[in-house]
Structures are given as C-alpha cells and as structure tokens.
Antibody, heavy 117, light 106 residues
C-alpha cells in the first residue's frame, strides 16, 4: 500500500514537503507518480519518477516550483512543493505505475494541501 | 497536450442496466488508455488498462473497447456497488484524465 503524509494549510508563497511511504511490494522496482485532484479541475498529473530517479518529469503547471524525489532504501517518495499558489490547493495522491507500462495500478489514500492566507 | 473528453458527465441508471461511457482523445493514443472507478472519499481504482484488458479482481461485467481516439467503458448488469464516478486516462504521453462520468441512481 501507499500512505501519504505532509499535507496541511500553508500560506501563498510557502512550502510543503509531501511524503509517501510504501509497503508490501518491491518499491525500488517501480516508477511512481504524484497526481492531484480538485472538484474544479478533476485529476491532474503533477510529477513522475522512474525506479532509478534518472527519468523525472513535471507538469507545466508545477515545473520550477515542485521537486519529486525518492529514497529506495526507505521505501519513500517525496514531493517538495515551493512557491505554493491558491490554485495548488488539492488532494495529492502518490501512485505506482505498472511494471513495463505507464498506467496507474495502485493509488495511495491522499493528503490534502490547502494554500490560503 | 492530449485532451481527454468523456461523455456524458452524468448518467442516471438502475440496477441491472447496461451502461456505456465514452471517452475521446484529442489525438491518436493507440490503445494506451485506462479506466478508473472512484467512490466518494476514496482514491481511484483501476478497472481497465490498454483499452480492453481487465485488471485482476475486477468483475467481468466491466469491459472496455476502442483504439486510436474513441473508447468505451461498458458496465453490464449494473450493480449497487457500481454507482460511482468513472475516469478515462491516456498514458501514451505523460498522463491526462477525462473530466469524469458520474453514474447515479435513476
């Protein structure tokens, strides 16, 4: 399973570090992804990282502000979110991509990020 | 960017009905399409991948079809547990989701 943490209330311009802890599978074998969801915009891919961290991609909406990383020894995925804006308010999910493919086969429970003054 | 458009946005149905949801991609995505079910307060759950492959553990009343730009999710013999929101997603170029189709009780 995947369990996110680190969400909360932050002021515009502030930062948060989201974490996702994995269990029950060989974490280091899988590519991982962050997806966020809002009632207004629905589901939106945020960032992705492959098993060895040498292929990293970001959505245009967060490029330059968010940083995805992972620690395979700790079975953990991270999302450093800086320069947060009101429009970043969302439920953030970490998720696992299927081996050898790019569809999402396992989702975490989600952590809520609220950007507001 | 590849855009995904689902229809309808809301669908009213009864237990036992056959339900069809369509998804259109703004460009050719071959068969790189997945379908997810989401219930309130829960994360999405994978139903179908590669347009028509049923995820392990998903009931056989769910099926997917299509390729290129036009895709369909069909639910045969709708069950009470199936009232939920359904999303399509392309994964040929990054990831893009449809806006969702809510299946509600008629």
């Amino acid at each position: 399973q995947l369990v996110e943490s680190g969400g909360g209330l932050v002021q515009p311009g502030g930062s948060l570090r989201l974490s996702c802890t994995a269990s029950g599978f060989s974490f280091s074998d899988y590519s991982l992804i962050w997806v966020r969801q809002t009632p207004e915009k629905g589901l939106e891919w945020v960032a992705s990282i492959n098993s060895r961290s040498n292929y990293i991609y970001y959505a245009e909406s967060v490029k330059g502000r968010f940083t995805i990383s992972r620690d395979n020894a700790e079975n953990s995925l991270f999302l450093q979110a800086d320069s947060l804006r009101a429009e970043d308010t969302a439920l953030f999910y970490c998720a696992r991509l299927a081996l050898g493919s790019n569809y999402i086969e396992l989702w975490g429970l989600g952590t809520l990020v609220t950007v507001s003054s | 960017d590849i855009q995904m458009t689902q229809s309808p946005s809301t669908l009213s149905a009864s237990v036992g009905d056959r339900v069809t949801i369509t998804c259109r991609a703004s460009q050719n995505i071959d068969s790189w399409l997945a379908w997810y079910q989401q219930k309130p307060g829960r994360a999405p759950n994978l139903l179908i991948y590669k347009a028509s492959s049923l995820q392990s553990g998903v009931p056989s009343r769910f099926s997917g079809s299509g390729s290129g730009t036009d895709f369909t999710l069909t639910i045969n013999n709708l069950q009470p547990d199936d009232f939920a929101t359904y999303y399509c997603q392309q994964y040929i170029t990054y990831w893009t989701f449809g806006q969702g189709t809510k299946v509600e009780v008629k």
